[in-house]
């Protein structure tokens, strides 16, 4: 069964904190997604990454930041962490090629910064 | 150009009946289109996907319709039942990694027993 894991549901962080955010999949994808979910607004890609140490900017990658260095995990990072991040962080993985591009999503994470 | 947009924000069904989702689009570089269905708690997961080269794709109770000259798609759900209370949302994607993936804001589905 395949397998997307997050270090953690639910995280409460004060604003300034440095806030780190870890996804890890056994599926050996080499694509792997960090998303932020808000009501009315959908999924919102922050950064993807398609190879180790690779990554690229989604459509809201300010204030954020990510790493990998395994092929199994992706990490986001909040610099500095803000109020107006509070929101539901989900990660993904997805394989190369093939006929489809189906992401496999972890159970989200709940950041609430005060 | 990269907007999909999603209708209705919200639908309440009575079970056994048909709820229908609509999307809508306008970069025509988007070859797949997926729906994906959210539980509460859980991380979404996909529900059925589809290409641009055919007009509609039947899984179990789950149909898209797809109108390429309009831009539009939608998912039907045929004889729903409370456990189909989720939110969906449609998306559509290009790029070789799948990493122009954009989502849709979400329709919460209720099927009343």
């Known amino acids: 069964d395949v397998k997307v894991t997050q270090s953690s549901r639910y995280l409460v962080k004060r604003t300034g904190e440095k806030v780190f955010l870890e996804c890890v999949q056994d599926?050996?994808?080499?694509?792997m997604f960090w998303y932020r979910q808000d009501p009315g607004l959908g999924l919102r890609l922050i950064y993807f990454?398609?190879?180790?140490?690779?990554?690229e900017k989604g459509d809201i990658p300010e204030g954020y930041s990510v790493s990998r260095e395994k092929k199994e995990r992706f990490s986001l990072i909040l610099e500095s962490a803000s109020t107006n991040q509070t929101s539901m962080y989900l990660c993904?993985?997805?394989?190369?090629?093939?006929?489809?591009?189906?992401?496999?999503f972890g159970p989200g994470t709940r950041l609430t910064v005060t | 150009q990269q907007q999909v947009k999603q209708s209705p924000q919200s639908l309440i069904v009575q079970k056994g009946g048909i709820p229908i989702i609509n999307c809508a689009y306008e970069n025509t570089a988007f070859d797949y289109f997926p729906w994906y269905q959210q539980f509460p708690g859980k991380g979404p997961a996909l529900l059925i996907a589809?290409?641009?080269?055919?007009s509609e794709k039947k899984e179990g109770r789950f149909t898209i319709s797809f109108n390429k000259s309009a831009k539009q798609f939608s998912l039907h759900i045929m004889d729903s039942q409370p456990g189909d209370s989720a939110t969906y949302f449609c998306a559509a994607s290009t790029g070789n990694y799948g990493q122009n993936f954009v989502f849709g804001p979400g329709t919460r589905l209720s099927v009343l027993p």
């Open positions: 599926m050996d994808h080499e694509n």
């Open positions: 589809i290409r641009p080269d055919v």
């Open positions: 990454s398609y190879d180790v140490k690779m990554k």
């Open positions: 993904a993985s997805s394989a190369t090629g093939g006929t489809t591009r189906e992401q496999y």
